[in-house]
Protein backbone atom coordinates (compact mmCIF):
# COMPACT_ATOMS: atom_id res chain seq x y z
CA UNK A 1 0.00 0.00 0.00
CA UNK A 2 1.34 3.02 -0.66
CA UNK A 3 2.19 6.06 2.27
CA UNK A 4 1.38 9.63 1.48
CA UNK A 5 2.48 12.40 3.89
CA UNK A 6 0.34 15.58 3.98
CA UNK A 7 0.62 18.69 5.63
CA UNK A 8 -1.71 21.39 5.05
CA UNK A 9 -4.37 18.44 5.03
CA UNK A 10 -7.15 20.40 6.97
CA UNK A 11 -6.79 23.36 4.09
CA UNK A 12 -8.28 23.50 0.68
CA UNK A 13 -6.21 21.77 -1.56
CA UNK A 14 -4.53 19.48 0.86
CA UNK A 15 -7.92 18.06 2.20
CA UNK A 16 -8.78 16.59 -1.35
CA UNK A 17 -5.79 15.79 -2.23
CA UNK A 18 -5.76 13.51 0.66
CA UNK A 19 -9.31 12.00 -0.10
CA UNK A 20 -8.14 11.74 -3.71
CA UNK A 21 -5.31 9.76 -2.14
CA UNK A 22 -7.50 7.69 0.15
CA UNK A 23 -9.90 6.96 -2.72
CA UNK A 24 -7.39 5.20 -4.86
CA UNK A 25 -6.32 3.05 -1.88
CA UNK A 26 -2.88 5.03 -0.51
CA UNK A 27 -2.29 5.09 3.31
CA UNK A 28 -1.97 8.78 4.35
CA UNK A 29 -0.96 10.50 6.87
CA UNK A 30 -2.11 13.74 7.35
CA UNK A 31 0.40 16.11 9.72
CA UNK A 32 -1.95 18.59 11.86
CA UNK A 33 -1.26 20.76 14.92
CA UNK A 34 -2.55 19.49 18.08
CA UNK A 35 -4.48 22.45 18.39
CA UNK A 36 -6.14 22.92 15.16
CA UNK A 37 -9.55 23.56 14.92
CA UNK A 38 -9.90 22.04 11.12
CA UNK A 39 -9.34 18.20 12.22
CA UNK A 40 -13.55 18.48 10.86
CA UNK A 41 -12.57 19.22 7.34
CA UNK A 42 -10.71 16.23 7.36
CA UNK A 43 -11.64 13.39 5.14
CA UNK A 44 -12.91 10.29 7.07
CA UNK A 45 -11.62 6.86 6.16
CA UNK A 46 -9.98 3.95 7.59
CA UNK A 47 -6.72 4.82 5.84
CA UNK A 48 -6.17 8.03 7.02
CA UNK A 49 -3.86 8.84 10.10
CA UNK A 50 -3.72 11.69 12.11
CA UNK A 51 -0.11 12.66 13.51
CA UNK A 52 -0.55 15.45 15.92
CA UNK A 53 2.42 17.41 14.41
CA UNK A 54 2.87 20.86 13.38
CA UNK A 55 5.36 22.24 11.47
CA UNK A 56 7.81 23.75 13.85
CA UNK A 57 8.06 20.29 14.85
CA UNK A 58 7.98 18.61 12.00
CA UNK A 59 10.73 16.18 12.72
CA UNK A 60 8.76 14.25 15.34
CA UNK A 61 6.67 13.16 12.62
CA UNK A 62 9.64 10.56 11.69
CA UNK A 63 8.90 8.06 14.52
CA UNK A 64 5.14 7.99 13.87
CA UNK A 65 5.06 7.37 10.31
CA UNK A 66 8.34 5.54 10.07
CA UNK A 67 8.27 5.50 6.30
CA UNK A 68 6.97 7.13 3.17
CA UNK A 69 6.87 7.22 -0.38
CA UNK A 70 6.16 10.84 -1.05
CA UNK A 71 5.57 13.79 1.04
CA UNK A 72 3.39 16.33 0.03
CA UNK A 73 4.12 19.99 1.78
CA UNK A 74 1.11 22.26 1.31
CA UNK A 75 0.78 24.22 4.51
CA UNK A 76 1.90 27.15 5.32
CA UNK A 77 1.55 29.79 8.03
CA UNK A 78 0.76 33.78 7.35
CA UNK A 79 -1.24 33.68 4.02
CA UNK A 80 -3.83 36.58 5.34
CA UNK A 81 -3.59 40.19 4.70
CA UNK A 82 -2.04 41.03 8.02
CA UNK A 83 0.58 38.41 7.93
CA UNK A 84 1.45 38.29 4.27
CA UNK A 85 4.44 40.70 3.94
CA UNK A 86 5.19 40.02 7.47
CA UNK A 87 9.42 39.33 6.79
CA UNK A 88 9.34 37.54 9.68
CA UNK A 89 6.21 35.20 9.77
CA UNK A 90 7.23 33.91 6.00
CA UNK A 91 11.21 33.75 6.95
CA UNK A 92 9.56 31.09 9.80
CA UNK A 93 7.69 29.40 6.85
CA UNK A 94 11.13 29.08 4.94
CA UNK A 95 13.27 27.07 7.97
CA UNK A 96 9.99 24.95 8.64
CA UNK A 97 9.44 23.89 5.40
CA UNK A 98 13.36 22.86 4.99
CA UNK A 99 12.33 20.52 8.09
CA UNK A 100 9.62 18.83 6.09
CA UNK A 101 12.52 18.41 3.57
CA UNK A 102 14.54 16.83 6.00
CA UNK A 103 11.63 15.18 7.55
CA UNK A 104 10.87 13.57 3.85
CA UNK A 105 14.24 12.20 3.51
CA UNK A 106 14.48 10.48 6.72
CA UNK A 107 10.89 8.79 6.31
CA UNK A 108 13.15 7.15 2.74
CA UNK A 109 10.47 8.93 0.34
CA UNK A 110 11.72 9.62 -3.28
CA UNK A 111 9.42 12.03 -4.02
CA UNK A 112 8.67 15.61 -2.40
CA UNK A 113 5.98 18.21 -3.48
CA UNK A 114 5.02 21.32 -2.59
CA UNK A 115 2.91 24.29 -3.13
CA UNK A 116 4.28 27.00 -4.64
CA UNK A 117 2.18 30.28 -5.96
CA UNK A 118 1.56 32.59 -9.01
CA UNK A 119 2.29 35.40 -7.16
CA UNK A 120 6.54 34.09 -7.13
CA UNK A 121 6.27 35.52 -11.13
CA UNK A 122 5.14 38.60 -9.98
CA UNK A 123 4.52 42.07 -12.16
CA UNK A 124 4.84 40.71 -15.69
CA UNK A 125 3.13 41.24 -19.22
CA UNK A 126 4.92 37.66 -20.20
CA UNK A 127 3.25 34.27 -20.35
CA UNK A 128 4.32 32.54 -16.93
CA UNK A 129 6.40 29.67 -18.19
CA UNK A 130 8.98 27.97 -15.56
CA UNK A 131 11.45 29.48 -16.70
CA UNK A 132 10.46 33.10 -16.56
CA UNK A 133 12.77 35.37 -13.91
CA UNK A 134 10.93 35.88 -10.88
CA UNK A 135 10.31 39.24 -9.26
CA UNK A 136 7.61 38.66 -6.44
CA UNK A 137 6.46 41.38 -4.57
CA UNK A 138 5.21 40.82 -1.20
CA UNK A 139 7.09 38.69 1.14
CA UNK A 140 5.10 35.27 0.88
CA UNK A 141 5.89 35.48 -2.39
CA UNK A 142 9.32 35.94 -2.14
CA UNK A 143 9.24 32.86 0.67
CA UNK A 144 7.77 30.38 -1.51
CA UNK A 145 10.79 31.26 -4.19
CA UNK A 146 13.31 31.42 -1.32
CA UNK A 147 12.03 27.88 0.00
CA UNK A 148 12.34 26.46 -3.76
CA UNK A 149 15.94 27.50 -4.57
CA UNK A 150 17.28 25.81 -1.01
CA UNK A 151 14.58 23.23 -1.78
CA UNK A 152 15.84 22.03 -4.94
CA UNK A 153 19.61 21.53 -4.27
CA UNK A 154 18.58 19.68 -0.65
CA UNK A 155 16.24 17.35 -2.36
CA UNK A 156 18.93 16.54 -4.70
CA UNK A 157 21.34 15.90 -1.65
CA UNK A 158 18.83 13.49 -0.61
CA UNK A 159 17.67 11.95 -4.21
CA UNK A 160 14.59 13.06 -3.88
CA UNK A 161 13.01 13.92 -7.35
CA UNK A 162 11.02 17.53 -6.47
CA UNK A 163 8.25 19.19 -7.80
CA UNK A 164 7.46 22.63 -6.97
CA UNK A 165 3.93 22.95 -8.16
CA UNK A 166 2.88 26.98 -8.59
CA UNK A 167 -0.96 27.11 -8.28
CA UNK A 168 -2.76 29.72 -9.59
CA UNK A 169 -6.41 30.65 -8.96
CA UNK A 170 -7.79 26.66 -7.47
CA UNK A 171 -11.71 27.22 -7.14
CA UNK A 172 -14.24 25.33 -5.47
CA UNK A 173 -16.62 24.07 -2.64
CA UNK A 174 -14.41 24.71 0.76
CA UNK A 175 -11.74 27.33 -0.26
CA UNK A 176 -11.29 30.38 1.48
CA UNK A 177 -14.58 32.24 2.09
CA UNK A 178 -13.35 35.65 1.02
CA UNK A 179 -12.19 34.57 -2.40
CA UNK A 180 -13.53 35.74 -5.41
CA UNK A 181 -15.53 32.61 -6.66
CA UNK A 182 -16.67 31.84 -2.82
CA UNK A 183 -18.23 35.12 -2.64
CA UNK A 184 -19.90 35.11 -5.71
CA UNK A 185 -21.13 31.49 -5.45
CA UNK A 186 -22.02 32.45 -1.69
CA UNK A 187 -24.04 36.08 -2.37
CA UNK A 188 -25.17 35.95 -5.75
CA UNK A 189 -28.12 33.22 -5.66
CA UNK A 190 -29.23 35.06 -2.57
CA UNK A 191 -29.83 38.29 -4.24
CA UNK A 192 -26.92 40.00 -2.35
CA UNK A 193 -24.34 42.69 -4.16
CA UNK A 194 -20.87 41.71 -5.10
CA UNK A 195 -17.91 44.63 -4.53
CA UNK A 196 -15.70 43.81 -7.07
CA UNK A 197 -12.70 45.61 -9.05
CA UNK A 198 -12.94 46.61 -12.33
CA UNK A 199 -12.23 42.69 -13.63
CA UNK A 200 -10.32 44.03 -16.67
CA UNK A 201 -6.98 41.85 -16.05
CA UNK A 202 -6.64 38.16 -17.72
CA UNK A 203 -7.03 35.21 -14.84
CA UNK A 204 -6.87 31.55 -15.15
CA UNK A 205 -9.23 29.63 -13.08
CA UNK A 206 -8.66 25.60 -12.32
CA UNK A 207 -11.87 23.48 -10.76
CA UNK A 208 -10.30 21.93 -7.17
CA UNK A 209 -10.95 18.22 -8.58
CA UNK A 210 -8.91 18.87 -11.73
CA UNK A 211 -5.89 20.53 -9.94
CA UNK A 212 -5.62 17.44 -7.16
CA UNK A 213 -6.19 15.35 -9.99
CA UNK A 214 -3.16 16.52 -11.90
CA UNK A 215 -0.85 16.56 -8.52
CA UNK A 216 -1.74 12.82 -8.60
CA UNK A 217 -0.65 12.23 -12.16
CA UNK A 218 1.92 14.26 -11.89
CA UNK A 219 3.57 12.01 -9.21
CA UNK A 220 2.52 8.65 -11.22
CA UNK A 221 3.55 9.37 -14.63
CA UNK A 222 6.94 11.53 -14.04
CA UNK A 223 8.00 10.41 -10.24
CA UNK A 224 11.21 9.73 -11.66
CA UNK A 225 10.97 12.62 -13.44
CA UNK A 226 13.30 16.20 -14.20
CA UNK A 227 11.25 17.57 -11.40
CA UNK A 228 11.16 21.53 -10.78
CA UNK A 229 8.84 23.99 -11.08
CA UNK A 230 5.58 22.96 -12.53
CA UNK A 231 2.62 25.02 -13.08
CA UNK A 232 -0.91 23.81 -12.06
CA UNK A 233 -3.40 25.64 -13.86
CA UNK A 234 -6.26 25.52 -16.81
CA UNK A 235 -6.30 25.84 -20.12
CA UNK A 236 -8.91 28.54 -19.64
CA UNK A 237 -7.44 32.10 -19.49
CA UNK A 238 -9.62 35.41 -20.31
CA UNK A 239 -10.70 38.09 -18.75
CA UNK A 240 -12.12 38.20 -15.08
CA UNK A 241 -15.29 39.90 -16.25
CA UNK A 242 -16.06 37.13 -18.52
CA UNK A 243 -15.70 35.02 -15.74
CA UNK A 244 -17.52 36.77 -13.01
CA UNK A 245 -20.58 37.28 -15.63
CA UNK A 246 -20.56 33.57 -16.49
CA UNK A 247 -20.78 32.94 -13.10
CA UNK A 248 -23.84 35.69 -12.83
CA UNK A 249 -25.38 33.92 -15.45
CA UNK A 250 -25.28 30.29 -13.87
CA UNK A 251 -26.97 31.94 -10.74
CA UNK A 252 -29.71 32.81 -12.98
CA UNK A 253 -28.67 36.37 -12.80
CA UNK A 254 -29.87 36.99 -9.21
CA UNK A 255 -27.48 39.85 -7.48
CA UNK A 256 -25.95 42.23 -8.80
CA UNK A 257 -22.21 43.02 -9.67
CA UNK A 258 -20.29 46.54 -8.65
CA UNK A 259 -17.77 46.59 -10.26
CA UNK A 260 -14.45 49.52 -9.56
CA UNK A 261 -15.73 49.14 -5.72
CA UNK A 262 -13.65 46.41 -4.26
CA UNK A 263 -9.79 47.55 -2.60
CA UNK A 264 -7.08 45.68 -4.33
CA UNK A 265 -4.50 43.89 -2.40
CA UNK A 266 -0.58 45.11 -2.31
CA UNK A 267 0.34 43.71 -5.58
CA UNK A 268 -3.37 45.29 -7.45
CA UNK A 269 -4.90 43.79 -10.03
CA UNK A 270 -2.08 41.82 -12.03
CA UNK A 271 -2.99 39.65 -15.30
CA UNK A 272 -1.71 36.08 -15.58
CA UNK A 273 -1.54 34.13 -17.98
CA UNK A 274 -0.06 30.49 -17.08
CA UNK A 275 1.61 28.58 -20.00
CA UNK A 276 0.55 24.89 -19.15
CA UNK A 277 2.75 22.52 -21.81
CA UNK A 278 5.62 21.06 -19.00
CA UNK A 279 2.66 19.51 -17.28
CA UNK A 280 0.80 18.37 -20.47
CA UNK A 281 4.67 17.05 -21.58
CA UNK A 282 5.02 15.37 -17.85
CA UNK A 283 2.01 13.90 -17.97
CA UNK A 284 2.46 12.02 -21.57
CA UNK A 285 0.77 14.66 -23.54
CA UNK A 286 -2.58 12.89 -22.55
CA UNK A 287 -4.12 14.62 -19.10
CA UNK A 288 -7.02 16.89 -20.12
CA UNK A 289 -9.31 18.61 -17.68
CA UNK A 290 -12.77 16.73 -16.48
CA UNK A 291 -14.14 20.30 -15.69
CA UNK A 292 -14.79 22.87 -17.67
CA UNK A 293 -15.62 26.34 -15.50
CA UNK A 294 -19.10 26.10 -15.84
CA UNK A 295 -19.10 22.43 -14.98
CA UNK A 296 -16.74 23.19 -11.96
CA UNK A 297 -18.92 26.66 -10.82
CA UNK A 298 -22.29 24.66 -11.38
CA UNK A 299 -20.63 21.56 -8.79
CA UNK A 300 -19.25 24.59 -6.18
CA UNK A 301 -22.93 26.22 -6.18
CA UNK A 302 -24.53 22.91 -5.62
CA UNK A 303 -22.80 22.48 -2.62
CA UNK A 304 -23.02 26.01 -1.47
CA UNK A 305 -26.49 25.62 -1.63
CA UNK A 306 -26.45 22.15 0.29
CA UNK A 307 -24.60 23.34 3.12
CA UNK A 308 -26.83 26.37 3.71
CA UNK A 309 -29.90 24.35 3.98
CA UNK A 310 -28.45 22.03 6.28
CA UNK A 311 -27.34 24.89 8.56
CA UNK A 312 -30.94 26.57 8.01
Request: charged share 25%.
Amino acid sequence: MERIVITGATGFIGRYLAQTYLEKGAKVFALVRPESKNKRFLPRHENLTVVPCGLETVLDCVEAVGQADAFFHFAWGGVNRQEIDSPQVQEKNVSESLDCVKAAHLLQCSMFMDAGSRVEYGVTGKIMREDLDCHPINEYGKAKWKFYQMAKPLCAEYGMTYYHLRFFSVYGWGDHPWSIISTLVRDLPQGKTVALSACLHRWNFMYIQDAVEAVYELHHRAGSGEGGIVNIASRDTRVLRDFVEEVHEIAGGRGSLDYGTFIQAKEGALSVCPDVEKLNRLLGGRWKEAYTFRRGIEETMKREENNRYEKD
